[in-house]
Nanobody, 118 residues
C-alpha cells in the first residue's frame, strides 16, 4: 500500500500561479503512470495531466500551455505547476498513481483545494 499526500493548494486571484505537490509514502517506481485530476462541486472528476515513468506527458486540451506536470522519482513526488489561473480552475485536485497496466495497484490522494477568486 502507498499513501499519496497532496499539498500546495489554496486561495489565489485570477492570473496567479500555484504549484501542487504529491508525495508518495513509499517508492512509486517508473511503472506507475502519475496524474492529476480535478473535481469541481457537482461535476465529475476529470483528468488534468498525466506523466509516464519516461516523462511522456498528456494534458487535458483546455489546459495545455498553462499547466505543467513533472515528476521526481527519487523523491517519489509529482508536481503540477499551474499558471494564469482562472476561476473555472477552482476545484479539488487529486493525485493519482496508476500501475494497472503492469497489474499493480492504483492509488488516490485525499485531494487539495484550489480556489481562484478575486
Amino acid at each position: 500500500q502507498a499513501q499519496l499526500v497532496e499539498s500546495g493548494g489554496g486561495l489565489v486571484q485570477p492570473g496567479e500561479s500555484l504549484r501542487l505537490s504529491c508525495t508518495a509514502s513509499r517508492n512509486i517506481d517508473s511503472r506507475y503512470l502519475m496524474g492529476w485530476y480535478r473535481q469541481a462541486p457537482g461535476k465529475q472528476r476529470d483528468m488534468v495531466a498525466r506523466i509516464s515513468g519516461g516523462n511522456t506527458t498528456v494534458y487535458a486540451n483546455s489546459l495545455k500551455g498553462r499547466f505543467t506536470i513533472s515528476r521526481d522519482n527519487a523523491k517519489n513526488t509529482v508536481y503540477l505547476q499551474m499558471n494564469d489561473l482562472k476561476p473555472e480552475d477552482t476545484a479539488a485536485y487529486y493525485c493519482n498513481a496508476d500501475g494497472r497496466y503492469y497489474s499493480l495497484d492504483e492509488y488516490w490522494g485525499q485531494g487539495t483545494q484550489v480556489t481562484v477568486s478575486s
